[in-house]
């Protein structure tokens, strides 16, 4: 979809139809809405004081113009109530708007970002608005009949005045990046597993970064049996898909600065192995590569956004299948740390393949490491399927994974690194198991990451729950959410700033 930003006003704008916005518990329009109301006069003001709109959150009525002004229809969208309102819930309501067009088979529109007397800036009002539209429309189809496909929007226009426009264009630049990468997550998670294996995953990585100035290295299976990632290769033994390390490399701050090490999850299908999961959804264990997805997608928007950062990613890639060579319960593995892992369930095998790549992230001495990882169903029990985990080291990287996921909508709830917890852990034949008992299963999980994470400042993002929602949201479809690659990229750009204060 084309995204353009002219200089002009509600009334004149020559367009099939334009979405303007109210609250619920005001009785008189402002700005853009008043200007339409007053054009068309004053049918907005009687409908909405006869009750047949009210404004709820995302309600949403199409109103013809009759030629009294220059857009042919009005679609009214509600807010909801003033004081609740969000960035948030902005995305939603201009996501709420453009699908009821879709609805109507229009293929473009029009619309003015702006809203009077909310405490938020142009810029932030302006991408969250192409965030909502972008996320909001997009639907997976590629395994689709031509017949069954849904028709597409072609062009939204956003209008503003002239002091506004380049703030406005600054913040479509920027929330196509990030609705880039987010919508490559989702399709990369929605591909079905015959079609994404650990080599089509290194493969899109390299196609996706190509002329980004990502430089990316595929560390293959013979490499890293010399190198001793034996927790990796373990996992990957009963699966004929040969794993795949994928090391990205994005040099954009100073040659001396550390970088940061962003490590994702990259398992492409997850039976359980030998420690089978129930038949029942195991068709959504191709999401279990989820946080792989986000590393990839975050390396590439981070670099087209020119980020002033020096950025690792780290994407261990597996299928963790019951093949006659696979792990088995009792059998103990050398990771790449040295430290010896006794296996209690195969189907604890994130963390083992989570365990050498963040060994592995040690040797370019980083800044902060930040994993992320549909990790542990236990989350998604302690949290439901909309939060992510949120555990780490460190206070300052966790505040500000906190303030970006505030801006972006992709909500964290941190829980506690509970040390006490630790003693679950521990093996009577190795130095550690690689599950502690079903009770505080995150908790767990995470403390095991931690003996691999090195001294630098790190936090562990566990998007179990998130990750594939079964059902629609505001802007974001059922299916793979793309979760973490807003958050990520926000993150990144918070630190920049923070930097330059």
């Known amino acids: 979809m084309k995204i353009l930003v002219r200089k002009q006003n509600a009334r004149t704008s020559e367009t099939e139809a334009f979405i303007a916005f109210c609250f619920e518990n005001t009785d008189a329009f402002t700005g853009t809405v008043k200007e339409l109301d007053e054009?068309?006069?004053?049918?907005?003001?009687?409908?909405?004081?006869?009750?047949?709109?009210?404004?709820?959150?995302?309600?949403?009525?199409?109103?013809?113009?009759?030629?009294?002004?220059?857009?042919?229809?009005?679609?009214?969208?509600?807010?909801?109530?003033?004081?609740?309102?969000?960035?948030?819930?902005?995305?939603?309501?201009?996501?709420a708007g453009a699908r009821k067009i879709r609805d109507l088979a229009i293929k473009e529109f029009t619309a003015s970002p702006i809203l009077e007397d909310i405490d938020f800036s142009v810029s932030e009002m302006s991408e969250a608005a192409v965030e909502g539209v972008i996320l909001g429309l997009y639907r997976f189809t590629p395994y689709k009949t031509k017949n069954d496909r849904i028709e597409s929007l072609e062009r939204l226009t956003l209008i503003a005045d002239n002091k506004n426009i380049p703030s406005i264009k600054n913040a479509v630049h920027q929330a196509e990046i990030a609705c880039e990468a987010t919508c490559f997550v989702r399709d990369l998670v929605s591909t079905p597993a015959n079609e994404m294996t650990p080599s089509t995953l290194a493969a899109r990585a390299l196609k996706h970064c190509a002329s980004t100035g990502v430089k990316i290295k595929i560390i293959e299976k013979a490499a890293m049996?010399?190198?001793?990632?034996?927790?990796?290769?373990?996992?990957?033994?009963?699966s004929c898909e040969p794993p795949k390390l994928i090391v990205m490399t994005y040099n954009g701050g100073a040659k001396t600065a550390n970088p940061i090490v962003l490590v994702g999850k990259g398992i492409t299908f997850d039976s359980g192995g030998i420690s089978l999961k129930p038949s029942e959804k195991m068709d959504e264990m191709k999401d279990d590569m989820a946080g792989g997805a986000v590393v990839i997608a975050v390396l590439c928007a981070a670099a087209k956004l020119k980020l002033p950062l020096n950025i690792i990613g780290l994407v261990p890639a597996a299928e963790n299948l019951p093949g006659g060579c696979a792990l088995k319960p009792g059998d103990v593995l050398r990771s790449l740390s040295g430290q010896t892992i006794e296996i209690k369930n195969t189907d604890a095998e994130g963390r083992l393949i989570l365990a050498d790549a963040l060994e592995y992230a040690q040797r370019f001495t980083p800044a902060a490491v930040i994993d992320?990882?549909?990790?542990?169903?236990?989350?998604?029990?302690?949290?439901?399927?909309?939060?992510?985990?949120?555990?780490?080291?460190?206070?300052?990287?966790?505040?500000?994974?906190?303030?970006?996921?505030?801006?972006?909508?992709?909500?964290?709830?941190?829980?506690?690194?509970?040390?006490?917890?630790?003693?679950?852990?521990?093996?009577?034949?190795?130095?550690?198991?690689n599950v502690g008992t079903r009770m505080g299963g995150t908790i767990t999980a995470a403390l095991f990451l931690k003996k691999f994470a090195g001294a630098a400042p790190w936090a562990h993002l566990d998007i179990a729950g998130p990750?594939?929602?079964?059902?629609?949201?505001?802007?974001?479809?059922?299916?793979?959410?793309?979760i973490g690659a807003r958050l990520l990229i926000r993150f990144l750009k918070n630190r920049i700033e923070r930097q330059n204060e």
């Open 39 to 95: 054009g068309c006069n004053g049918v907005l003001s009687r409908i909405k004081g006869a009750g047949d709109f009210k404004a709820r959150m995302n309600e949403t009525i199409v109103l013809y113009t009759k030629d009294s002004i220059a857009p042919k229809r009005i679609v009214l969208v509600g807010l909801g109530k003033k004081e609740e309102f969000t960035l948030d819930r902005y995305r939603g309501a201009f996501s």
């Open 225 to 238: 049996k010399k190198m001793g990632m034996n927790a990796l290769l373990g996992v990957a033994r009963g």
């Open 372 to 433: 992320i990882a549909t990790l542990t169903g236990a989350c998604v029990v302690a949290l439901g399927e909309y939060l992510a985990g949120m555990l780490g080291t460190d206070d300052q990287l966790k505040n500000e994974l906190r303030h970006a996921a505030s801006l972006t909508g992709e909500a964290l709830w941190e829980l506690p690194l509970w040390q006490e917890y630790e003693d679950l852990l521990k093996s009577d034949i190795a130095d550690m198991k």
């Open 467 to 482: 990750a594939f929602i079964s059902q629609d949201k505001p802007y974001i479809p059922k299916g793979a959410s793309g």
